[in-house]
């Protein structure tokens, strides 16, 4: 029988572990045998060996069986499907896709997260939304998925309980940024969901977990092996994130843009996301014969109205009153009826004549966190106001004076400093030297063999 230190001993010498080994490490974590030393051992040997895919998967497939896997009713086999994001800025992509894929007649469990670092997280702008609770039962969630077709929700203490520890330990030891640990965390939840087809946006750029596109398409690719090789059908898309997704960044911003967005008046960055990603579902569960009928098929459901009537029922279904919920989804409406407003506002200009070229979306996303728009530490409170909105967009011609950026904020306003930081976050050529082109949004589509 090998004992912790044995199969420490073995990766950390470069060895492969087998499904065994990898099983009885998970086994150890979840049942408190082993000690934190260990694991933060193992954690660091995994980071500097790395895994094989065959590794990856059985760590997965451990850590997914470490609590309780969700089941659903025989009728809906085939239409369960999900997507995960690695985070970027403005990113509101599954307020919009998830309600979009049930009008398509799938069954969307969406198990979301709270804001990483700069990036935004899909729950805490949900909770903009007076009353709106993330916090669902197995038993709520089958009944939400019944009578709406999806919900977005919080991860449960009971699934993957696995992953509380370890990535826990990661952030405590450096080694959150490694590709098979990041997999195991991510696909493991993905897994307990019993989804039948995932899609992955994996982003690149400035903004991103990843900076370059190489580094990202080699963790997508884990991740889409991965995921195939729990038996869900897993695509990913490497989409880039320099800038800003559509052109409102803050919580409740981000909910007035989905609705919009939700209403037919969304941007096409948004709107392209939107349906190649359920596009991508679609296909992948045999419901559509190809990718450019299943992106149609999206662009339908949300140009005809269904999208938007499946979010406010799903609202109303998550404990929005339905006068909230109607308020929201009315034409026209005027949010602030029901979304806090911010008690401040200021308008930047730009300073000088030419072409808007580039809008660094990690640099104002910083700014945007410390004026409360993201926690100072895990657990600590967020401002729901507090965000901004572009007024421009890549590509326009400005003079010098025109309005650019309009910042909501509240306590504490923003410093000079964060002012000219801001301010940096823009940059202008003038006409003759512009180089801008209009750049493609997605750029690659990894699909199962
Ligand atoms: N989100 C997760 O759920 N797990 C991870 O390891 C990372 C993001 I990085």
């Given amino acids: ?161 696995a992953d509380r520890v370890l990535y826990a330990l990661r952030d405590a030891t450096s080694t959150v940024d490694s590709l098979p640990l990041i997999t195991g965390s991510i696909i493991s939840k993905k897994g307990a969901e019993s989804l039948s087809a995932l899609v992955l946006d994996v982003k690149f750029g400035r903004a991103a977990l990843y900076k370059d596109l190489d580094s990202a398409k080699e963790l997508a690719q884990l991740m889409a092996n991965t995921g195939n090789g729990l038996g869900i059908r897993t695509a990913a898309v490497l989409s880039s994130m320099d800038s800003t997704i559509g052109r409102y960044v803050g919580n ?38 190809d990718l450019t009928t299943g992106k149609t098929k999206i662009a339908q459901a949300v140009a005809g109205g269904q999208a938007l009537s499946k979010f406010q029922a799903m609202m109303e279904a998550q404990g929005v009153t339905k006068e909230t919920a109607r308020l929201l989804c009315a034409k026209n409406t005027d949010y602030y009826q029901v979304l806090r407003k911010s008690s401040h506002c200021t308008e930047l200009e730009t300073q000088e004549n030419g072409v808007v070229e580039d809008v660094d979306g990690m640099c104002l996303a910083q700014v945007l966190h410390k004026l409360g728009a993201g926690r100072s530490s895990a657990g600590a409170p967020i401002n729901h106001s507090v965000g901004a909105e572009l007024l421009v967009s890549l590509g326009d011609k400005v003079k010098k004076g025109f309005p650019w950026l309009k910042l909501h904020y509240e306590d504490p306003a923003p410093t000079p400093e964060q002012i000219t930081q801001l301010r940096k976050s823009l940059t202008i050529v003038s006409g003759e030297k512009s180089k801008y082109q209009k750049k493609k949004l997605v750029k690659v589509t990894l699909l199962p063999d």
């Fill in 1 to 161: 029988m090998q004992s912790i230190p044995d199969l420490i001993k073995k990766k950390r010498d470069g060895q492969e572990l087998s499904k065994e080994e990898i099983q009885m490490f998970v086994d150890a974590v979840t049942d408190k045998t082993i000690q934190d030393c260990q694991i933060g051992a193992m954690l660091m040997a995994i980071w500097m060996k790395n895994m094989t895919v065959t590794e990856t998967v059985a760590l997965t497939q451990g850590m997914m069986s470490s609590g309780q896997m969700m089941s659903w009713p025989q009728e809906w086999a085939g239409r369960m499907v999900d997507k995960h994001s690695t985070g970027g800025v403005g990113d509101k992509v599954s307020l919009v896709l998830a309600p979009a894929l049930a009008a398509c007649d799938c069954k969307v469990p969406m198990i979301s997260g709270r804001g990483l670092a700069h990036t935004g997280g899909t729950l805490d702008k949900l909770e903009s939304i007076p009353g709106f609770t993330v916090s669902q039962t197995q038993a709520q969630v089958q009944e939400i998925l019944a009578s709406v077709g999806c919900c977005i929700v919080g991860q449960t203490e009971k699934l993957v309980p």
């Fill in 252 to 289: 409740s911003l981000e909910v007035i843009e989905s609705l919009e967005t939700l209403k037919g008046n969304g941007p096409d960055d948004l709107m392209e996301l939107v349906t190649t990603h359920g596009g991508l579902l679609l296909m992948m569960t045999g419901m559509v014969p």
